[in-house]
């Protein structure tokens, strides 16, 4: 199994970026997907999920801005940041579920992770 994220970047505060997570090895479409994040010197953290069914959580801190969509015919998952501020800058990770029927916050229960893509925000 391999994740794939990409789409990172050096970005102004109120801009926008989309990440993306490409999933191989395994049915993207009996997954249930999250992107978490991690800032440096902070621990990681919950952003978004999304079900197999399409269902989505989001952290309180990016409601609003963020919105996480699919497409299984294309085995990927997307984050699309929209305002961003510069405390939205770490690593932003993919993760994915298959063993269970949780895409919740708790990040101990996601199968596999991604390699993490850098988001950078300037004010």
């Known amino acids: 199994v391999q994740l794939q994220a990409s789409g990172g970047g050096l970005v102004q505060a109120g801009g926008s970026l989309r990440l993306s997570c490409a999933v191989s090895g395994r049915s993207f479409s009996r997954c249930h997907m999250a992107w978490f994040r991690q800032a440096p010197g902070k621990e990681r953290e919950f952003v978004g999920s999304?079900?197999?069914?399409?269902?989505?959580i989001y952290a309180t801190s990016v409601r609003g801005r963020f919105t996480i969509s699919r497409d299984n015919a294309k085995a990927t998952v997307y984050l699309q940041m929209n305002s961003l501020k510069p405390e939205d800058t770490a690593v932003y990770y993919c993760?994915?579920?298959?063993?269970?029927?949780?895409?919740?916050?708790?990040?101990?229960?996601?199968?596999?992770w991604g390699q993490g893509t850098l988001v950078t925000v300037s004010s």
């Open positions: 999304i079900s197999i069914a399409s269902t989505t």
């Open positions: 993760a994915a579920n298959w063993n269970s029927v949780y895409y919740g916050t708790n990040g101990g229960v996601y199968d596999a």
